[in-house]
């Protein structure tokens, strides 16, 4: 079997990291420590960072029913794999 990083690149620098992470960084000082801070903030807060975590997934979802209505069944096992993972987030 092929290595799964000589297929999906490179890690990224330490450059590049370090400027995600001040990025970052930033947006959660600037957005959510200014915008979500004091008594009663705490459900917006949550809701705001619940949403942007699972915005992933979303994308992760949509591709899958892009390569399921495109025919592409290579990719079947992925659905298996959603479907499972879908059902243990429900219950």
Do not use: C
């Amino acid at each position: 079997k092929k290595n799964p990083s000589g297929i999906l690149g490179e890690p990224l620098n330490e450059d590049i990291e370090e400027f995600n992470r001040n990025i970052v960084g930033f947006i959660k000082k600037i957005v959510f420590d200014i915008l979500y801070r004091g008594e009663g903030r705490e459900y917006a807060r949550f809701y705001a960072l619940e949403t942007i975590a699972r915005e992933p997934y979303f994308a992760y979802l949509g591709a899958l029913h892009f390569y399921e209505t495109a025919g592409v069944w290579r990719k079947a096992n992925y659905l298996k794999i959603h479907f499972a993972e879908e059902w243990n987030e429900h219950h």
